[in-house]
């Protein structure tokens, strides 16, 4: 189980000024990762070390966003004001977590600006948006020449801060996870509201630690 990447959706003044603003604060710029055509949504992403990345997402005015549990999701934490939308785990096989949590996963796909396809399949955002403090699934179809992680950065994920419970992590992913998860410390803190993501501590090599 991979601690994948890290969900933040864009706020009222959209997509490129969030990115612009975070981009300001890792220190790093952004690369336009295209449009998600079954969920009506669109991405900027920045490839992290240890094979993450961050995905910054706005919600379009497309069909597929009122009708995709993604594009709902977005188009409430953006109407929210924006912010860490969740966190995402990769898995080699998804048949386990069908089972487990008896749901079905749905495809998902990101067209390129220069037209490429990435393709995968994911399964638990019906959980995030009932629970934000859990991830969700997800695993790859497409080769790894096109998958994000094929793109390296510097920027390291050192903790990631959720007002939730640990058990309740636990029970969804289906294994203990102690104090961190693949190399990434998780802080649990008792929600004061609604659980989900506080913050994300990054470690960057031009602007030191990062907390978002």
């Known amino acids: 189980m991979h601690v994948d990447h890290l969900v933040f959706a864009a706020g009222p003044d959209g997509l490129k000024a969030e990115v612009e603003r975070l981009g300001d604060l890792l220190g790093a710029e952004f690369k336009d990762g295209g449009f998600h055509p079954r ?32 594009g709902q999701a977005v188009r409430a934490r953006t109407e929210m004001g924006g912010g860490w939308l969740g966190w995402v785990v990769s898995v ?74 640990q058990p309740r992590v636990e029970d969804w992913l289906g294994i203990p996870i102690g104090e ?3 190399g990434v410390k998780l802080s649990f803190n008792a929600p004061n509201g609604m659980p989900g993501l506080d913050a994300v501590v990054f470690n960057t090599p031009t602007k030191g630690i990062v907390r978002i």
């Open 180 to 182: 961190e998860l693949d």
């Open 39 to 70: 969920f009506g949504t669109r991405n900027h992403i920045l490839p992290l070390a240890n094979a993450r990345y961050l995905e910054v997402v706005e919600v379009l005015e497309h069909p597929a966003s009122e009708k995709a549990v993604f």
């Open 92 to 165: 080699d096989d998804l048949a386990p977590y069908e089972q487990r949590l008896e749901r079905t996963a749905v495809e998902g796909s990101r067209h390129f600006p220069d037209g490429r396809l990435l393709e995968w399949r994911q399964l638990g955002i019906k959980g995030l948006m009932a629970d934000p403090q859990l991830p969700y699934f997800l695993k790859w179809e497409s080769d790894e020449s096109v998958r994000p992680s094929a793109l390296t950065g510097d920027i390291v994920v050192d903790e990631i801060d959720i007002a939730g419970s």
